[in-house]
Nanobody, 126 residues
Framework: QVQLVESGGGLVQAGASLRLSCAAS????????MGWFRQAAGKEREFVAA???????TITDSVKGRFTISRDNAKNTVYLQMNSLKPEDTAVYYC????????????????????WGQGTQVTVSS
């Protein structure tokens, strides 16, 4: 059974940093794209960042320069380093992985991802 488990969320003040981790199990995702999405209360789920198997990454403009995505294929894990957090970053953050291989620009639409974690809450106070 495939599982993606996020960790690292929490309550922080504006300007602080958090590092989210997503550990996958049940199959290897070394050839898949892995990404992060977030959903604020009352809003639709939105793309944050993703990385393909070959390391190509895409990051949404609102977090560019503050967030960094990385992955460790040996650990079947993807990370999201979040610096200079702002109150508008408050959301539930979800990890996701594609079913099939992705070696070029990673997809940014939720429908492209077959596997999802349960989410981790990130709250940034002003």
């Amino acid at each position: 059974q495939v599982q993606l488990v996020e960790s690292g969320g929490g309550l922080v003040q504006a300007g602080a940093s958090l590092r989210l981790s997503c550990a996958a199990s049940g199959r290897t995702f070394s050839s898949s794209a892995m990404g992060w999405f977030r959903q604020a209360a009352g809003k639709e789920r939105e793309f944050v960042a993703a990385m393909s198997a070959n390391g190509a990454s895409t990051i949404t403009d609102s977090v560019k320069g503050r967030f960094t995505i990385s992955r460790d294929n040996a650990k079947n894990t993807v990370y999201l380093q979040m610096n200079s957090l702002k109150p508008e970053d408050t959301a539930v953050y979800y990890c996701a992985a594609t079913r099939y291989s992705s070696t070029w620009n990673p997809p940014t639409r939720p429908v492209s991802y077959a596997y999802w974690g349960q989410g981790t809450q990130v709250t940034v106070s002003s």
